[in-house]
């Protein structure tokens, strides 16, 4: 059972960068895409981006392109959030996921952290 320890959340004042890490236990990192997402209070979990198991393919939710940047390094089993130009509307719980391909669905990923608070103040 895998399990993924997200990192790197704090509190940032609009504008700041952030960069979040998602460090998995196992083997078998380098074989799946992994996700980021994000729940804010009172919305559902919503997509931020994703990346295939090599790198190659990368997606992004529209509200993050240009300031978010997903990569990884296999070597580490790590993912990372690269999150630039913060805004208030960004605050939310952020979470890694794993799964079988960089989608963009909820349903395209398991094996959730326990996430990591992000709070962008005004």
């Known amino acids: 059972q895998v399990q993924l320890v997200e990192s790197g959340g704090g509190l940032v004042q609009a504008g700041g960068s952030l960069r979040l890490s998602c460090a998995a236990s196992?083997?078998?990192?380098?074989?799946?895409?992994m996700g980021w997402f994000r729940q804010a209070p009172g919305k559902e979990r919503e997509f931020v981006a994703s990346i295939s198991w090599s790198g190659g393919m990368r997606a992004y939710a529209d509200s993050v392109k240009g300031r978010f940047t997903i990569s990884r390094d296999n070597a580490k089993n790590t993912v990372y959030l690269q999150m630039n130009s913060l805004k208030p509307e960004d605050t939310a719980v952020y979470y890694c996921?794993?799964?079988?391909?960089?989608?963009?669905?909820?349903?395209?990923?398991?094996?959730w952290g326990q996430g990591t608070q992000v709070t962008v103040s005004s």
């Open positions: 196992g083997r078998t990192f380098s074989i799946y895409a």
């Open positions: 996921g794993r799964g079988g391909k960089a989608g963009t669905n909820e349903e395209d990923f398991g094996s």
